[in-house]
């Protein structure tokens, strides 16, 4: 089945607020978790995924090997983004580190899986 530019953004989003929902549900459920950790950790990984959906929107027009390239080059800026974010979180703050980098592991990896299926639709229009 392929999907449009709009309704893959469309079901990304819906995905991303699933995730949510879950996530906080989790974060308030689990115990000896960190939930201010846990909160700050799954926004870091919304931002990889909201990074994500500000360059699908901009380079998701262009054709081919053009997408493609904007696109690599697009996820080697947003990985260093995240990790210069990563570091200055765990280095000027007094968070539980256990907890902030489990939940972003999780959110970075859910979202990860979102962002294929995304680039899979893209590359099949």
Known sequence: MIYSNTESIRKVSIGIIIYA??????????AGISVGSWIIGHLLGLATVLLHLASSTIFGKK????F???YFWSLFI?????CILYALIIIWTEIEEISFTFSFVISYLFHSVIEVIFLNNKLLD
């Open 78 to 82: 947003r990985f260093l983004v995240v």
């Open 21 to 30: 929902i879950l996530s906080a549900i989790a974060a308030f459920s689990v």
């Open 68 to 70: 493609l390239k904007a």
């Open 63 to 66: 054709e081919g090997n053009v």
